[in-house]
């Protein structure tokens, strides 16, 4: 079972910026495509971006195209959402996840485990 530690949330200023990082357990970490999703209060939780076994394929939700992105370092068991000119609304809970599969999934149900979470909160 894999386990998955998110750091880096925080208070940050709109327009300002935010790196979260993600580090896993165990060998099969370059073998699955890992994901963030993201849970505001009173609301469910969201697809926010993935990235593919090899890092070679992402895929991001409508709302944080062109501002966030994400990156693997499988040497390192890490995979990282580099967050920028962060608005009001994307104050969540933002969680890391791995995938079922290799490639880069989008739904909550393409993935198997679950970090978390670490809390970012943007004030206007």
């Known amino acids: 079972q894999v386990q998955l530690v998110e750091s880096g949330g925080g208070l940050v200023q709109a327009g300002g910026s935010l790196r979260l990082s993600c580090a896993a357990s165990g060998s099969t970490f370059s073998s699955y495509a890992m994901g963030w999703f993201r849970q505001a209060p009173g609301k469910e939780r969201e697809f926010v971006a993935a990235i593919s076994w090899s890092g070679g394929r992402t895929n991001y939700a409508d709302s944080v195209k062109g501002r966030f992105t994400i990156s693997r370092d499988n040497a390192k068991n890490t995979v990282t959402l580099q967050m920028n000119s962060l608005k009001p609304e994307d104050t969540a809970v933002y969680y890391c996840?791995?995938?079922?599969?290799?490639?880069?999934?989008?739904?909550?149900?393409?993935?198997?485990?679950w970090g978390q979470g670490t809390q970012v909160t943007v004030s206007s």
């Open positions: 996840a791995r995938s079922r599969w290799r490639e880069a999934a989008t739904t909550r149900a393409d993935f198997l485990s």
